[in-house]
Nanobody
């Protein structure tokens, strides 16, 4: 079993930055891909970013490239999402997830464990 706890969400003005973190426990994540997803009210959960087990490959939703950066620290069992130039449409609950493989992909079905989420609200 893997437990994931997100933190770092909050209220930020449009154009601002925020970094959300995800702490994992219960198992080393060294061999597994991780990802961030988000879900806005009334919308489906959508892929934000993913990172392979080594951190050597990152991938993003096309609409977010250039503004969001995913990273990980395997020694600390942490994954991060740096969000810059935030827009009101980025408002959502952000979830981190762990895949059972070294590459999780962009579908929620590719991930086996999920955190409870952290709220990010961007005001205009």
């Amino acid at each position: 079993q893997v437990q994931l706890v997100e933190s770092g969400g909050g209220l930020v003005q449009a154009g601002g930055s925020l970094r959300v973190s995800c702490a994992a426990s219960g198992r080393s994540l060294r061999s597994y891909a991780m990802g961030w997803f988000r879900q806005a009210p009334g919308k489906e959960r959508e892929f934000v970013a993913g990172i392979t087990w080594s951190g050597g490959t990152t991938y993003y939703a096309d609409s977010l490239k250039g503004r969001f950066t995913i990273s990980r620290d395997n020694a600390k069992n942490m994954v991060y999402l740096q969000m810059n130039s935030l827009k009101p449409e980025d408002t959502a609950v952000y979830y981190c997830a762990v895949s059972g493989t070294s590459y999780g992909g962009s579908s929620p079905q590719g991930y086996d464990y999920w955190g409870q989420g952290t709220q990010v609200t961007v005001s205009s």
